[in-house]
Nanobody, 121 residues
Framework: VQLVESGGGLVQAGGSLRLSCAASERTISSYAKAWFRQAPGKEREFVAAIIRSDLSTYYADSVKGRFTISRDNAKNTVYLQMNSLKPEDTAVYYC???????????????WGQGTQVTVSS
């Protein structure tokens, strides 16, 4: 199973980006999907998660109200719409898939390679 992220890049503070994560196999289509990020010198941190069954979503306090996670089950793809970006959002963003939704990275079985998001001030 592969998760392939895209959509990262360089943006000015206040701008927007949309990240995508496509899964290679439908065997994990029912899995919870999440986004994590890791800034240089920091631990990987939870950003947002979405479960398939009722599309419930969960967000880190630092991104609540600015980021939106969504999924297109037909395309086996999960998205992260990021608005009002701040320099402190600069990190490598990873998508992940696991049998249950969790804030803990260890709960996820599959990971993408990461995509760089850089927000300039």
């Amino acid at each position: 199973v592969q998760l392939v992220e895209s959509g990262g890049g360089l943006v000015q503070a206040g701008g927007s980006l949309r990240l995508s994560c496509a899964a290679s196999e439908r065997t994990i289509s029912s899995y919870a999907k999440a986004w994590f990020r890791q800034a240089p010198g920091k631990e990987r941190e939870f950003v947002a998660a979405i479960i398939r069954s009722d599309l419930s979503t969960y967000y880190a306090d630092s991104v609540k109200g600015r980021f939106t996670i969504s999924r297109d089950n037909a395309k086996n793809t999960v998205y992260l719409q990021m608005n009002s970006l701040k320099p402190e959002d600069t990190a490598v963003y990873y998508c992940a898939a696991g049998p249950v939704s969790s804030l803990l990275a260890a709960s996820y079985d599959y990971w993408g390679q990461g995509t760089q998001v850089t927000v300039s001030s």
